[in-house]
């Protein structure tokens, strides 16, 4: 699995759009791009998935760049319950070993 | 609803005396593992399954059993409980197939072991 690399934390205020980075120079090309929220104490909650360009669902969009070394979830107007520790995975096929690196902690502030 | 679900949700032991914490999905999925969760060492997984008897090692498998006899069940045993077992756990399943399915899991088990 690709190793990935994003920000430990990040600060946002409600209403805000935030937008974390995650890099995975060594995505192989097969990989898939995949995003999960986790709350304290709560199982990680799939969020977005991707190949390439951009991927938009009712909660998250995705933009990946041509060259897929790089990915960004854009989180539009945040709330208060968008709190949580999300992770950026890299992977070809769901029946495989998730490594979760130690994902961005975003606090949304009122 | 589809979902993956644990139980129990919540378990204090003792040391020595045997425990399972079960782990059953919806989904239909052929693919179902088990993850646990400590602090600083994020989630790493311990036994992982492809299918019906088929089962396999993840990265830290030591004193701990698993087994698929049906495909929706992946109960994980210990037949021993350590307090280095004193963790969070999390089942997750997935379609085997290529494609990026992503894996969902359930809502944790945390156990202590006194």
């Known amino acids: 699995l690709a190793k990935t690399t994003q920000p430990i934390s990040m600060d946002s205020y409600e209403g805000q759009e935030v937008n974390i980075t995650c890099s995975h120079n060594?995505?192989?090309?097969?990989?898939?791009i995949t995003w999960y929220q986790q709350f304290p104490s709560q199982g990680p909650r799939f969020i977005i998935q991707?190949?390439?360009t951009k991927v938009t669902n009712e909660v998250a969009s995705l933009f990946i760049p041509a060259d897929r070394k790089s990915s960004t979830l854009s989180l539009p107007r945040v709330s208060l319950s968008d709190t949580a520790v999300y992770y950026c995975?890299?992977?070809?096929?769901?029946?495989?070993?998730?490594?979760f690196g130690t994902g961005t902690r975003l606090l949304v502030s009122p | 609803e589809a979902q993956v679900t644990q139980n129990p949700r919540y378990l204090i032991t003792v040391t020595g005396k045997k425990l399972t914490v079960t782990c059953s999905q919806n989904?239909?999925?052929?693919?179902m593992s088990w993850y646990r969760q400590d602090p600083g060492l994020g989630l790493r997984q311990i036994y992982y399954?492809?299918?019906?008897?088929?089962?396999d090692k993840g990265d830290v498998p030591e004193g701990y059993k698993v087994s698929r006899k049906e495909k929706r069940n992946f109960p994980l045993i210990l037949e021993s409980p350590s307090p280095n077992q004193t963790s969070l756990y999390f089942c997750?399943?997935?379609?085997?197939?290529?494609?990026?399915?992503?894996?969902?899991f359930g809502d944790g088990t945390r156990l202590s072991i006194l």
């Open positions: 060594n995505i192989a090309t097969n990989d898939y």
């Open positions: 399954s492809m299918n019906v008897e088929v089962t």
């Open positions: 997750a399943s997935s379609p085997a197939s290529t494609g990026g399915q992503p894996q969902h």
């Open positions: 989904m239909n999925h052929e693919y």
């Open positions: 991707g190949y390439k």
């Open positions: 995975l890299v992977g070809d096929t769901g029946f495989q070993k998730l490594v």
